[in-house]
């Protein structure tokens, strides 16, 4: 989980932090207001230590490095293959590593463009999904990565 500066996990600082938002909303369907209270603690705690905004950002992206790096961890002690830790973890740690470094993108995102990261990542979401035919489109027809044929060469596909 992404490192929470001292004081503004709990309130303690006086500033709304992370969990206030979380208090707010209750469980979040829409998780920006979290990530960007998130977004804000972190900035805040960057500037007070002098720290440029690009500086900053490139912390954070290594933080997403850091948990995906978890991520694999927990994915290698799941299959047993490190034998000096045996099978050390579960799928249930995979899922929780996996949380964190979709919790840390998003956090770096909010952190990058503060005023836009939803609609951005809505926008480019839209165009990857663009890329796979059938990503839950009423009327796409399924690529051969989702178990499809492929159309034979030369073959026009049907309108």
Same mark, same amino acid.
């Given at each position: 989980m992404p490192d929470v500066p001292d004081g503004d996990a709990d309130g303690a600082s006086g $500033?709304?932090?992370p969990d206030d938002a979380c208090r707010e909303r209750g469980r979040p369907q829409d998780v920006w207001p979290v990530v960007s209270a998130l977004a804000r603690a972190f900035d805040a705690h960057g500037e007070a230590r002098g720290m440029t905004r690009e500086q900053? *950002? /490139?912390l954070q992206v290594l933080k997403l490095s850091e948990e995906t790096g978890e991520a694999a961890q927990a994915v %290698?002690? &799941?299959?047993? /293959?490190?034998p $000096?830790?045996?099978?050390?973890? @579960? *799928?249930? =740690?995979?899922? @929780?590593? &996996?949380?964190? &470094? &979709? %919790?840390t993108g998003l956090v770096a995102l909010a952190r990058m $463009?503060? =005023? =836009?990261a939803a609609d951005f990542l809505g926008r480019h979401l839209e165009r990857q999904a663009a890329r796979f035919p059938a990503a839950g489109r009423p009327g796409a027809e399924p690529s051969p990565a989702d178990g499809g044929q492929a159309p034979?060469?030369?073959a026009r596909r049907r309108p």
């Open positions: $500033r709304p932090g900053q *950002w /490139t %290698i002690g &799941v299959q047993g /293959t490190n $000096r830790k045996g099978y050390s973890h @579960a *799928w249930e =740690d995979v899922h @929780a590593e &996996v949380a964190d &470094v &979709v %919790i $463009r503060p =005023d =836009d034979p060469s030369g």
